[in-house]
């Protein structure tokens, strides 16, 4: 470890760079390439499984189809009380006419001949019946000395309703050489209450028709039927190693309580996808096995090719990165040599040769901060001076306003010395007004200031005309203490006044009124809704209105074009944010409201 710190410190800083960028692009590589192969291979096993249980579920609804068509077909012989008598008959050694015989056959016999012939996945139906005088009809009826030349009825008992597998047909042994078929049939016997079994039923099918999958030739999938005796039935042409991984996985899922399941296993170290399915049709199970070799010969391949390339591209990516970073650090180096001499006080000292790399930019911004150096400190001298000037004229501004206050303080007196009351008070309300609007040292003032300024602002607005305008106050002592932008109310009376109320000259109120909203965040917010009893609005106009407060159109200068209501609309967003503002409702010849929402702060107890 000691070595390896001191051959790293020992290296040049170029050297360190490219190797920590390397080191960089490594790490996240090697992550990605693990990830993106993990989950291609978990995809690629994610989809065998789908396919082995799509295939036994499909396998399963073939199975099941055809064992329903042989047992209707088995239905259908034993529901045909005609073919039954003649069986029975049979059976008790009758003696039959020759126009009974044409009978029985040209209708019974050709009528199961028809079922079979219409049915290309049925392979035969065959009645085997035990009788000295019978003549066998081809190919359904049959002295039940053939029937035992086949496999399954050389037990010593034959029973109703069982299932025979894959057997060949040796009812004509001259034949059997030269058949393939494999045979699956329903083997049912016909009795009668007092005779006992007079006939056996055999509804066959081929096993090809029967398990199609078994007899499917890929080198690396294999299936099975396995029936309630443990007996296995599979392709004998594939290879014997099948076998026994079809015994081995069977063995496993022997017990198990779920009919139907898909998994990964590993027999005799090789990779399957085991799927099973219960088939209870046939009381038995049906086993699937897909190999996963192919796919991780494929995936390995995928890996080889891609860590190739990866080393390819890290080899290609070393050499560019060492170049490029030897050339960035000699700009790097020589940008710090003039850093330091400017911090010993050399002013003078430029970065000679600036490229138009980064560092090169850096450099001429640098040369140019240095040669700008001394204008900033002239500048600076001069903020200074108009800093000074600034507050000299503001001091100036409040010597007027004073004047201007102790001006209308002498006319009201003189006012008030002549009895001329009504003077007095609208000088009165004239210096609060210009008091209100001459304190610009706080942008932001109490509902209840601003509520004082339009009562004032109303007192001499009344002056001007033959009609009086009340103002009515519904606002509570909260929304009273919250803070506004200073001036956001008036402008709204104002353009009530001169827009709604001038219009209809008689005497009306305006009202306000005030209440607390809680928001959908758990937040509160208070409304103060200005509303006239003017000549109001049509909707066209509200909607344009509303535009132009929200600066969805332009909201030019002059009366009656909202430029009034948009300043209002901005400083309040610009104070509380966007989800505050003004909104507009009114309805011609009858009323405008606007409704003017800021957050809701509650007051704060002086002991907190």
């Not at 609804?61 to 008598?85: A, F, G, K, P, Y």
């Not at 050389?154 to 001259?174: C, M, N, Q, R």
């Not at 706080?442 to 601003?450: A, K, L």
């Not at 519904?474 to 402008?491: G, R, T, V």
Request: proline share 2%; hydrophobic share 40%.
């Amino acid at each position: 470890m000691k070595n390896w710190r001191e051959r790293l410190s020992a290296m040049k800083l170029n050297q360190k760079l490219t190797l920590l960028i390397l080191i960089t692009l490594i790490i996240p590589m090697g992550f990605f390439m693990m990830l993106l192969f993990q989950t291609i291979s978990d995809n690629a096993k994610e989809e065998a499984v789908r396919n082995v249980e799509y295939d036994l579920q499909k396998s399963r609804r073939t199975i099941e189809q055809n064992v329903e068509m042989c047992s209707l077909s088995t239905q259908v012989i034993e529901s045909n009380q005609v073919l039954n008598d003649y069986l029975l008959r049979f059976y008790l050694n009758d003696s039959f006419d020759v126009k009974e015989l044409l009978n029985f056959y040209h209708t019974e016999i050709n009528g199961i001949e028809k079922i079979v012939n219409s049915n290309p996945y049925l392979y035969q139906i065959r009645i085997y019946v035990d009788s000295d005088t019978m003549k066998e009809m081809m190919p359904l009826l049959y002295n039940s000395d053939r029937m035992h030349q086949l496999t399954w009825a050389k037990e010593a008992e034959i029973e109703s309703g069982v299932w025979h597998f894959d057997y060949t047909d040796t009812l004509f042994p001259e034949y059997v050489l030269n058949s393939t078929d494999h045979i699956v049939s329903l083997v049912t016997t016909l009795t009668d209450y007092e005779e006992g079994t007079y006939a056996v039923a055999e509804v066959a099918t081929t096993m090809q028709t029967m398990f199609p999958d078994i007899y499917t030739t890929d080198l690396n999938e294999s299936t099975c039927f396995v029936d309630q005796n443990g007996i296995f039935y599979h392709n004998a042409e594939e290879d014997k190693k099948w076998l026994e991984y079809e015994k081995s996985a069977y063995a496993q899922i022997v017990g198990e309580a779920t009919d139907a399941d898909c998994r990964l296993m590993t027999i005799n170290h090789e990779k399957l996808v085991v799927g099973y399915e219960y088939v209870k049709v046939l009381d038995g199970y049906l086993i699937k096995l897909v190999s996963m070799e192919p796919a991780e010969k494929q995936l390995s391949g995928y890996r080889n090719y891609f860590l190739l390339l990866l080393a390819l591209i890290l080899a290609a990516l070393t050499w560019a990165f060492h170049h490029i970073v030897k050339k960035i650090l000699h700009q790097f180096y020589a940008i710090t040599d003039v850093v330091h001499e400017v911090q010993h006080g050399d002013m003078e000292i430029r970065i000679p040769n600036c490229g138009k790399d980064e560092f090169g930019v850096l450099g001429k911004e640098l040369n140019e901060m240095l040669d700008q150096i001394r204008k900033l400190m002239d500048e600076n001298v001069k903020r200074e001076i108009l800093m000074k000037d600034s507050q000299i004229r503001a001091l100036q501004n409040q010597i007027n306003a004073h004047f201007i206050y102790n001006v209308l303080e002498s006319i009201k007196m003189m006012a008030e010395i002549d009895e001329k009351y009504e003077i007095s008070d609208a000088v009165t309300s004239l210096g609060k007004l210009l008091r209100y609007s001459m304190r610009w040292n706080s942008q932001s003032v109490t509902v209840e200031e601003e509520v004082d300024y339009i009562k004032n602002y109303l007192a001499l607005i009344n002056l001007r005309f033959d009609y009086e305008i009340f103002l009515s106050l519904n606002l509570p002592d909260e929304i009273l203490k919250q803070e506004i932008p200073k001036m956001s109310l008036q402008p709204i009376i104002e353009n009530a006044i001169y827009h709604g109320i001038e219009e209809i000259a008689e005497d009306t109120n305006i009202y306000m009124k005030g209440f607390i909203e809680e928001e959908p965040d758990g937040t509160y917010s208070c409304s103060i809704k200005i509303t006239d009893s003017g000549c109001g609005m049509s909707d066209v106009q509200v909607e344009e209105l509303q535009k132009k407060i929200n600066g969805e159109i332009e909201a030019s200068g002059g009366a009656g074009n909202g430029i009034g209501l948009k300043n209002v609309q901005d400083r309040i967003r610009i104070s509380f944010g966007k989800d505050y503002g003004l909104t507009i409702a009114s309805e011609a010849g009858k009323y405008t409201q606007v409704a003017v929402k800021i957050p809701f702060v509650k007051e704060r107890r002086s002991d907190e």
